[in-house]
């Protein structure tokens, strides 16, 4: 997944103050041994000047210089460790200390992303998501089928397969999700299911109440204080890799609203990004609330799956009272 420009500074800007803390450390303890065994910054000011003087010998074309520096400044390694040692102190006290030692806190070995940069990555993902927290516990592993029965039933089992099957091939067919039914039969949580396997493969997932959505494209259309602060999401609200409206029909519609969702949902399908709506609506209350437009563009791009059945909070509610 590439990241944005604001995306990666934020990365790199970490992986500096990482660095930061690994001098100030160093730094730290060097001034501490200084202080507590003598010798030893003589020691240290003895290895910069046999540098020096052997690197000026090794330019003026004394061959002899760059193995008898390795040589001198060996012995002299020796010595540090041995007089750290003495003193109580770990040999490699004064070796920098990175968080990752395999790049030494740069993000990258040798041009390519370390571990931990990808680590970054899908943290910064996570963040940015707007569901970090709600994805701990709606997830396909807290998945269950024991809110369902006969016919309601069979429409979740099916739902759970769309949604299978359009993350495995999230990446070779462009495909939107379409969520609608009854409230509290899972759209909400599915939707976040699909969220954390695609976050976890390191894909950017953005998630929004409807109400949410429309307050942001709001601001960066009318609010001239917040039309900077607001443009980025809402370039990231075009661009991620899967845009998720959570209870489209909630927030006031109006005719700017209207027109927002369509230009949004136009927007994304001409650069086949997905989308995931979910909504308490019917097919004919989304048609009679929004535009023709919008009702054909639902209709004939996204995979419809109607939920039905028993509101699941109050059952687990009604549940836990009768424990």
Not at 32 to 53: C, F, H, K, M, N
Not at 255 to 269: D, E, G, M, T
Request: charged share 25%; glycine share 4%; proline share 1%.
């Amino acid at each position: 997944m590439p990241l944005t420009n604001s995306q990666y500074d934020t990365i790199m800007r970490s992986y500096e103050e990482r660095q930061r803390a690994a001098r100030r450390r160093l730094e730290h303890n060097t001034e501490t041994v200084y202080r507590q065994i003598p010798g030893y910054e003589d020691l240290d000011r003895q290895v910069a000047s046999i540098s020096i003087e052997q690197g000026r010998r090794l330019l003026g074309g004394d061959e002899s210089a760059l193995p008898r520096l390795k040589q001198q400044l060996k012995k002299l390694s020796e010595q540090k460790s041995a007089l750290l040692r003495a003193h109580g102190f770990a040999a490699d006290y004064l070796s920098p200390v990175y968080e990752c030692a395999k790049c030494r806190d740069t993000g990258y070995i040798a041009n390519k992303k370390c571990s931990c940069f990808r680590t970054a990555e899908i943290n910064l993902i996570y963040e940015q998501s707007h569901i970090k927290n709600l994805l701990t516990t709606e997830n396909f592993g807290s998945l269950s089928y024991d809110y369902y029965a006969g016919e309601d039933l069979e429409k979740f089992t099916k739902a759970v397969q769309i949604c299978q099957n359009f993350i495995k091939s999230f990446h070779k067919d462009y495909r939107n999700l379409f969520f609608y039914g009854t409230v509290g039969t899972g759209k909400s949580f599915l939707s976040c299911c699909i969220a954390k396997e695609l976050i976890d493969q390191g894909n950017l997932v953005i998630y929004f109440s409807a109400s949410q959505l429309f307050d942001i494209l709001s601001k960066s259309t009318f609010d001239r204080d917040s039309t900077e602060a607001a443009s980025g999401i809402s370039d990231d609200i075009c661009d991620c890799d899967l845009l998720i409206i959570d209870d489209l029909g909630t927030e006031l519609t109006n005719a700017f609203v209207s027109s927002q969702l369509f230009s949004c949902l136009n927007s994304r399908h001409l650069r086949k990004k997905a989308t995931i709506i979910t909504t308490n609506l019917s097919l004919g209350e989304l048609r009679d609330r929004y535009s023709d437009r919008i009702f054909s563009r639902i209709t004939s791009n996204y995979d419809i799956c109607k939920l039905t059945g028993s509101d699941i909070r109050m059952q687990k509610k009604t549940a836990a009272a009768n424990k």
